[in-house]
Nanobody, 123 residues
Framework: QVQLVESGGGLVQPGGSLRLSCAAS????????IGWFRQAPRKEREGVLC????????YYVDSVKGRFTISRDNAKNTVYLQMNSLKPEDTAVYYC????????????????WGQGTPVTVSS
């Protein structure tokens, strides 16, 4: 069964950090780019950043540059999203997804999605 499972979300204070994990099963992660998306309450889903199958990362949201880092461990079939200096505006449900033809900010370019993990940044 091809699937992605996110974990690591939770409640954190402003300025804090979280590391999200995206575990893949049923396919070889090394062959695909993986993107992270988020959807905040009452807002549309947006692409945040993506890591290509060769390990290059692309940011789609300027506000996370310098704070969020994406990485992958192909041996563990897992992609990580390290989020530092979190802000209340980062509050959202975070999803990882498989890029079937290379990284993109558009969700239509992804064919497998996780169930999402909620992140709440609040004091």
């Amino acid at each position: 069964q091809v699937q992605l499972v996110e974990s690591g979300g939770g409640l954190v204070q402003p300025g804090g950090s979280l590391r999200l994990s995206c575990a893949a099963s049923g396919f070889t992660l090394a062959y695909f780019g993986i993107g992270w998306f988020r959807q905040a309450p009452r807002k549309e889903r947006e692409g945040v950043l993506c890591i290509s199958n060769s390990g290059g990362s692309t940011y789609y949201v300027d506000s996370v540059k310098g704070r969020f880092t994406i990485s992958r461990d192909n041996a563990k079939n897992t992609v990580y999203l390290q989020m530092n200096s979190l802000k209340p505006e980062d509050t959202a449900v975070y999803y990882c997804a498989r890029a079937y033809s290379g990284c993109s900010r558009y969700g239509a370019r992804y064919d497998v999605w996780g169930q999402g993990t909620p992140v709440t940044v609040s004091s």
